[in-house]
């Protein structure tokens, strides 16, 4: 079996998906973990780290959507876009 999952990146990839860096728990049990247990967290990590990029995206356009057809002309309509990419 191919392992793909990184050391190096596991506390990165970590902190996307769950906000924060592994504790000294996290740790712990990553360390205790089998190659194939990391593969299988690893694997996890990976597709919930998509899952929440997918759905960034649809809250993104359905906002751009509601912009759109809430604003009372398109120089509005831009500011407001605008002004929520700063936030």
């Known amino acids: 079996m191919a392992f793909t999952y990184d050391e190096n990146i596991y506390s990165d990839l ?20 089998t190659q194939a247990e990391k593969q299988a967290e690893w694997d996890y990590l990976i597709e919930e780290n998509d899952r929440q990029i997918a759905q960034e995206e649809r809250w993104a356009e359905e906002a751009f959507d509601i912009v759109l057809t809430s604003a009372p002309d398109a120089e509005t309509a831009r500011r407001w876009l605008q002004e929520a990419e700063e936030i």
Do not use: E, T
Request: aromatic share 20%.
């Open 14 to 33: 970590h902190k996307d998906v769950y906000g924060s860096r592994p504790g000294n728990f996290g740790w712990a049990r990553w360390a205790a973990m």
